[in-house]
């Protein structure tokens, strides 16, 4: 049974503060991580993906990944309160993805 | 990324009756597949509709509780059978996308909220 693990949260971060999201994941055949941003009452939306040991840049976002610890990590800089929702953690083996149960950001103005 | 749009929105049905839930993309996708969220809960695969064949279930999930179809490269359709207030949830279509030639990056529709009596 493939597992991904996340913090529930929630997590409260002050407004233009770095929020840290912690993944893990069991199976280490995983080849491929992604970071789903949703919104109260609305759909997953991709917001990174990587696929390789080291970080991945994109705007205020940066998603690190370290395969040896079975770890992603998602870092948001200069919060803002609209990252207030839920993120997910997905692991893909190649055919599917797992997903991981979300943690639940809130950001204080 | 693909236009995904669903149908219905929202539906309450009672219990022992049927749903069928469209997903309609607005440009060929290899993979098709069907989510289940359950209040405050993750995404539970249910199964991958593949074209030209049958659908490849997830345990727990079966055929006769929720048949699929997958008729061409851009639609599915997914039947809630049978239906008890334990199926109330949402269930979201989400299709592969083109990044990187990925089968695993995966962009969702906006989902059906299902509410059985």
């Known amino acids: 049974q493939k597992e991904v693990e996340q913090n529930s949260g929630p997590l409260s971060v002050p407004e233009g503060a770095i929020a840290s999201l912690n993944c893990t994941y069991s199976?280490?055949?995983?080849?491929?991580f992604f970071w789903y941003r949703q919104y109260s009452g609305k759909s997953p939306e991709l917001i990174m993906f990587?696929?390789?040991?080291g970080d991945k840049e994109d705007g205020r976002f940066t998603a690190q990944l370290n395969k040896a610890s079975q770890y992603v990590s998602l870092l948001i800089r200069d919060s803002q309160p609209s990252d207030s929702a839920t993120y997910l953690c997905?692991?893909?083996?190649?055919?599917?993805?797992?997903f991981g149960t979300g943690t639940r950001l809130t950001i204080i103005p | 990324s693909a236009v995904i749009s669903q149908k219905p929105s929202r539906d309450i049905c009672q219990r022992g009756t049927s749903l069928t839930i469209q997903c309609q993309v607005d440009?060929?996708?290899?993979?098709m597949f069907w989510y289940r969220q359950q209040p405050g809960q993750s995404l539970t695969l249910i199964a991958t509709?593949?074209?030209?064949?049958?659908?490849?279930?997830e345990s727990g999930f079966v055929i006769d509780k929720f048949p699929i179809s997958r008729p061409n490269l851009t639609f599915s359709t997914l039947t809630v059978s049978n239906m008890s207030p334990e199926d109330s949830s949402i269930y979201l279509c989400?299709?592969?996308?083109?990044?990187?030639?990925?089968?695993?990056?995966?962009?969702f529709g906006p989902g059906t909220r299902l509410t059985v009596l």
């Open positions: 989400s299709v592969d996308g083109p990044l990187l030639g990925s089968a695993d990056t995966q962009y």
């Open positions: 199976d280490r055949g995983s080849q491929s």
């Open positions: 990587i696929y390789s040991n």
């Open positions: 997905a692991v893909g083996d190649g055919e599917k993805l797992t």
């Open positions: 440009s060929q996708v290899t993979m």
């Open positions: 509709a593949n074209q030209g064949s049958e659908a490849t279930y």
